[in-house]
């Protein structure tokens, strides 16, 4: 199964961009890299998700490294709405997905 | 789209009583289930899954236990709550053939052992 490594903790600045790294040097080449972020008493939120190319949604980016051993999730401005533990997850093994620490987010005002 | 109903919210239950917390999903079929446990400050535990009626596997030796009655409900139990047994519970589901989209998350119990 594919490791993930991610910063315990960031803090940003309310209106300004937000880059959270994930290593995952282990990962196969056919393996998707998905992101989840856990709001405060909520359960997780499905972020984004990629395989080689950047891509871009309505909530974030996700920007893919070349060799695909790390990815960053950008939030290009962050609000205070978007404090929460980002979870970078490594894929599906075995009918279940695996949640590390996280990074969890503080956003300042 | 897949909605998942928990309930109840929040729990507070001596230790030594019963448990059972029921997760039921509607708008899909033949899905797999899910309960996790997130301690405290601590990230997210799997306990459970499940692909199909009556099919559990288990990832924790612990005093929990689920079970599938129905395609679309999902509970877990136990006889007798230890006060390690608190957290936050999460029923997900996922549909078979739409892995890369992901889970979907109930909103969670939290449960209090005291």
């Known amino acids: 199964d594919a490791k993930t490594t991610q910063p315990n903790s960031m803090e940003s600045n309310e209106e300004e961009p937000v880059h959270l790294p994930c290593n995952h040097s282990t990962i196969s080449g056919t393996d998707y890299i998905h992101w989840y972020r856990q709001l405060p008493s909520q359960g997780p939120e499905y972020v984004i998700h990629g395989l080689t190319s950047n891509v871009n949604n309505r909530m974030a980016s996700l920007a893919i490294a070349e060799d695909r051993k790390s990815s960053t999730l950008i939030l290009h401005r962050a609000t205070l709405r978007d404090a929460a533990v980002y979870y970078c997850?490594?894929?599906?093994?075995?009918?279940?997905?695996?949640f590390g620490a996280g990074t969890r987010l503080t956003v300042k005002p | 789209s897949q909605t998942i109903h928990q309930w109840p919210a929040t729990l507070v239950q001596p230790v030594g009583s019963p448990l059972s917390l029921e997760c039921t999903v509607e708008?899909?079929?033949?899905?797999?289930l899910y309960w996790y446990r997130q301690a405290a400050g601590r990230g997210l535990q799997l306990l459970f899954y499940s692909v199909g009626i009556g099919q559990i596997s288990s990832e924790v030796p612990q005093n929990l236990s689920a079970s599938r009655p129905q395609d679309r409900q999902f509970i877990l139990s136990s006889k007798k709550l230890l006060l390690s047994d608190s957290g936050f519970y999460l029923c997900a589901v996922d549909q078979p053939g739409q892995g890369i989209y992901g889970y979907t998350f109930g909103s969670g119990t939290r449960l209090t052992v005291v």
């Open positions: 997850i490594p894929p599906y093994n075995n009918n279940d997905m695996r």
């Open positions: 708008g899909t079929s033949n899905p797999n």
